[in-house]
């Protein structure tokens, strides 16, 4: 599910996630990919409160693909918490970069 094709993408900042309208499927149809995705997240998040490292999450939102670099604080079964308590479905997340 790591992938580095960001060129439909857009950078987004963190404080513009509040203002976007989410889709209500999940954006992969395997449940192997999903179940990946889930790995990759829980992965992250260890990376991101312990060694303080960011990650690239490539998402989707009703208008577009978007890209965040940053700091997984948390994770619940539905949702990617960032810092100051944005947030992003993980049904909306297409790829995860990590170190």
Not at 54 to 59: A, D, G, I, M, R
Not at 69 to 76: F, K, L, N, R, S
Request: proline residues 3%; aromatic residues 10%.
């Amino acid at each position: 599910m790591t992938t580095k094709n960001y060129s439909k993408c857009k950078s987004i900042d963190r404080n513009s996630i509040p203002q976007l309208e989410f889709l209500s499927k999940d954006v992969l149809v395997t449940v192997n990919s999903r179940k990946s995705r889930q790995k990759q997240l829980q992965d992250v998040t260890f990376i991101g409160n312990i060694e303080e490292k960011k990650v690239t999450l490539e998402f989707f939102s009703k208008s577009s693909c978007h890209l965040i670099y940053t700091t997984i604080w948390a994770i619940t079964n539905e949702w990617v918490v960032l810092k100051e308590k944005q947030k992003i479905p993980i049904k909306s997340i297409r790829a995860i970069e990590f170190p």
